[in-house]
Nanobody
Framework: QVQLVESGGGLVQAGGSLRLSCAASGRTFSNYATGWFRQAPGKEREFVATITWSGGNTYSADSVKGRFTISRDNAKNTVYLQMNSLKPEDTAVYYC????????????????????WGQGTQVTVSS
């Protein structure tokens, strides 16, 4: 089993920045990639970005390209999400998730392809 702990969420005004962290422990040797998803109240959970552990390949949703950057520190088993130019519509609970199966950049990853999830961290962007 893999345990995930997110941190770094908070309240920020529009145009500001936050960096989220996701620390993984447990059977991390089986992990293929780590991703970020978000869910606003009353809405479906949506994909944000993902990164592979072997090659560091990334894939991000169109809505965050140019603003959000995903990265990883293999030695610490930690993935980061740097969020810049935040907008009120970015307000959501952000979840870190790990998948054991490969992902391919040609298509948007689904939440059903991720096997382990953290409890989430709240990001609130005020206008």
């Amino acid at each position: 089993q893999v345990q995930l702990v997110e941190s770094g969420g908070g309240l920020v005004q529009a145009g500001g920045s936050l960096r989220l962290s996701c620390a993984a422990s447990g059977r991390t040797f089986s992990n293929y990639a780590t991703g970020w998803f978000r869910q606003a109240p009353g809405k479906e959970r949506e994909f944000v970005a993902t990164i592979t552990w072997s090659g560091g390949n990334t894939y991000s949703a169109d809505s965050v390209k140019g603003r959000f950057t995903i990265s990883r520190d293999n030695a610490k088993n930690t993935v980061y999400l740097q969020m810049n130019s935040l907008k009120p519509e970015d307000t959501a609970v952000y979840y870190c998730a790990v998948r054991l199966s490969p992902f391919y950049a040609g298509r948007r990853p689904s939440l059903y392809e991720y096997d382990y999830w953290g409890q989430g961290t709240q990001v609130t962007v005020s206008s």
